[in-house]
């Protein structure tokens, strides 16, 4: 051993340093933004702690991290890639054995890759205010460094299996009542970790091995785990193996850490994995913009015009933002629905835990103002037009608002389909006219499509991109075209459904094979929920400029017809009572009248043919949005339909699907399809030069 001196923090590597302080070995980890636990980081720990070991005058080791948090997780960078050593569960059994005991301090977001650091530590403290989880399995994995061993030892099993299989974060006071963490503190954290190592010294903050500990058996929560997720999730794969490794926490560590590893390599192997790492990756993909280097403009003050659902919603979201909101509708009646529509979603927010009760009582008098007159929105940075999808009220409303608002004003419509174009030609500012596509309800949905008109400035867009990191969205680019990205997809691919249905599959057989494939709900229970009468609108705009060769069916218009609009009048394709949702009889009954009127016979499509023709379906048209230039990059599909459509995460989005797939069999489908309707089934271009080259979707997005 050494006792040589220290003068002041001696760099280990570029993220690591250590320093002493008495008998106190400290170590600092500086990696910036959120320490992650690269190469870097493992590398200079293990050499700090070695170092530390070696020292006579160091009696304990504290551990903690500069910035804003402690070991927030895995560093993405390193995704994919080959682990160089020292491995991550290497690094945290070299310190659950290390003879000098290891005390840490958390602070910030200590996730996965940390928090698993940290119980493998003798004792942890934890800052007011600090959250720590395990949240792998939202990419498909498990945790891998002894997270599924430890945990379950220092906080039950059923609170470890519900951490895990859930991957969300706890609170500081949860993690200090199930004994993840030994002490919460407030102050900074180097003084912490001096004051906690000196408790450790003189036995006043206890200290133990985790691995040493045994978990106390709970037959009934890993049984009652297996059944709740064989309920909730039969089809995904992580959560399932997160219980399996937890199950086995009653081994010694050593042997539990050996069955974490092989459960953790087959879900490496899971075509799941990489679906859901491509998901994550997706959120930060659609921020490459080409207006990226362009200044936004800034936003201080909101105008929202239309009460209803939608632009009631749109107002939530920004005053949960923290903006002010002037809220305009026609009339007095219109603007008191409005309000009566935001304070409900307030207190939504306030049963959530989102905001409290003073928080909303707050904005309701401070933040929220009220007009009846577009006048009243002449001093808005910015004016979002949330009414209905009528081109003409559209246009009135934008000449007004070019009159009152403004210059640099950002002026936005949240149509869901029309054209943004037509609408910026009624200004005499189409600079600075765009498109903000909000998804109801619009608090809620984390998706907003920015659409970019032909003469939209590069600055407007980058406010788009600006307000959706804001309202914490993910704002997705988007070009001028009927529906932009989502939609337009959407609206094909329904069609592909409406001749399954017409041809002898029954709504409720459409919507089981979609909820097997991994969606929430099925398209008509999705068309249900939205309003049949929304659909029914755009099919009467549509109606003139149909060609004579598609084929076109009328039953979602026939049950409008009979004023069934879906969940909002109590039936549409399902009946909505205190019996909960059925199928509809007399929707089963239109759909067998315009059968015989159509002189269809009946035929039988399994679950199997279902999904095929649907995603078949989605992903053709999503090629034609790429074709077109409609979307940047494959990837920005996938963030719509992920963000926006309820698809399924561990499947990537339906341009990632595309791959798993193939070109060539896709090619083979639609061509076979053909043969029943060769002008709604087309193989696009693009698919077809991707088939004959052995193209994919993931090498358009690598190429950015």
């Not at 460094?145 to 519900?162: E, N, S, V």
């Not at 705009?541 to 609009?565: K, S």
């Not at 341009?655 to 002008?679: F, K, P």
Request: aromatic share 6%; net charge negative; with cysteine.
């Amino acid at each position: 051993m050494t006792s040589a001196p220290l003068d002041g923090a001696i760099a280990v590597n570029d993220v690591v340093s250590i320093e002493i302080a008495g008998k106190t070995g400290l170590i600092a980890l500086d990696n910036p933004p959120v320490n992650a636990a690269s190469h870097a980081l493992r590398s200079g720990l293990w050499q700090a702690i070695e170092t530390l070991q070696l020292r006579a005058d160091v009696e304990v080791i504290a551990l903690y991290g500069k910035g804003r948090t402690f070991i927030a997780g895995a560093d993405i960078r390193e995704f994919g890639k080959p682990p160089l050593d020292p491995w991550l569960p290497e690094l945290c059994n070299f310190i659950e054995v290390s003879e000098k005991p290891v005390v840490c301090i958390l602070h910030g977001t200590t996730l996965g890759g940390g928090l698993e650091v940290a119980m493998s530590c003798h004792a942890r403290v934890a800052l007011k205010g600090t959250k720590v989880g395990l949240p792998e399995v939202t990419l498909g994995i498990l945790p891998g460094a002894g997270g599924t061993q430890r945990t379950p030892r220092l906080a039950g099993i059923a609170f470890a299996l519900d951490m895990i299989t859930s991957g969300k974060p706890v609170t500081d006071e949860q993690a200090l009542e199930k004994g993840l963490v030994d002490r919460i503190a407030e102050g900074d954290p180097r003084e912490l970790a001096l004051t906690a190592a000196s408790d450790v010294l003189e036995g006043n903050l206890p200290r133990r091995r985790t691995g040493d500990l045994v978990a106390e058996p709970d037959a009934a929560a890993i049984d009652a785990a297996r059944a709740r997720l064989a309920r909730s999730q039969p089809q995904l794969f992580s959560p399932h193996k997160c219980v399996d490794a937890v199950a086995a926490c009653h081994l010694p560590i050593k042997d539990g850490m050996k069955e974490e590893r092989r459960l953790y390599e087959e879900c490496m192997e899971s075509p799941q994995r990489a679906g859901l790492i491509h998901a994550f990756f997706s959120e930060r993909a659609v921020t490459k913009i080409p207006e990226a280097s362009a200044e936004p403009r800034e936003i201080r003050s909101v105008g929202v015009i239309g009460g209803g659902t939608m632009g009631s919603g749109i107002a939530t979201a920004v005053l949960l933002a923290g903006l002010p909101v002037t809220l305009t509708e026609r009339d007095q009646a219109g603007l008191d629905r409005g309000t009566e529509t935001i304070a409900g979603n307030l207190d939504g927010a306030v049963k959530r835990g989102k905001l409290s009760a003073e928080g909303r009582d707050e904005i309701l008098n401070a933040k929220l103002g009220t007009s009846t007159d577009l006048a009243d929105l002449a001093d808005a940075d910015l004016v979002i037009e949330a009414v209905f999808e009528e081109m003409s009220v559209k246009r009135d409303i934008f000449e007004t608002l070019d009159k009152v608002c403004k210059q640099g004003a950002v002026l936005a419509s949240n149509t869901s389909y029309l054209d943004i174009n037509e609408i910026a030609a009624t200004t005499a500012r189409p600079q600075d006219v765009i498109g903000l596509h909000f998804f109801s309800p619009a608090h809620v949905m984390r998706l907003l499509e920015v659409v970019v008109a032909d003469r939209t400035a590069p600055e407007m867009v980058a406010t788009g991109f600006a307000l959706a990191k804001r309202l914490k969205k993910i704002a997705v680019r988007s070009g001028v075209c009927d529906g932009f990205i989502g939609n337009r997809v959407m609206t094909f691919y329904k069609k592909a459904a409406d001749y399954m249905m017409m041809d002898g599959a029954s709504p409720e057989e459409i919507d089981t094979a979609m909820r097997g494939f991994g969606f929430a709900m099925g398209p008509y229970q999705v068309a249900d929920l939205a309003g049949l009468d929304i659909s029914w609108a755009a099919n009467k705009r549509r109606a003139a400029t149909r060609p004579a060769e598609e084929r076109y069916i009328p039953i979602a218009d026939r049950l409008c017809e009979n004023g069934w609009f879906g969940r909002k009048t109590g039936q549409g394709f399902y009946i909505y009572d205190d019996d909960g949702p059925r199928p509809n009889p007399e929707a089963l009954a239109v759909i067998d009248t315009e059968r015989e009127q159509a002189g269809v016979s009946p035929r039988k499509f399994t679950a199997e043919d279902i999904v095929s023709r649907f995603m078949t379906a989605m992903i053709a048209e999503g090629t034609r949005v790429l074709e077109e230039g409609i979307a940047l990059r494959p990837i920005d599909i996938d963030a719509v339909f992920l963000n926006g459509y309820g698809f399924p995460r561990f499947r990537g989005g339906p341009m990632h699907t595309a791959d798993d797939i193939g070109a060539a069999e896709l090619v083979r489908r639609i061509e076979e399809y053909a043969r029943e309707d060769g002008y709604y089934w087309q193989v696009p271009e693009l698919l077809r030069k991707m088939a004959a080259s052995g193209a994919t979707f993931a090498e358009m997005n690598a190429r950015g």
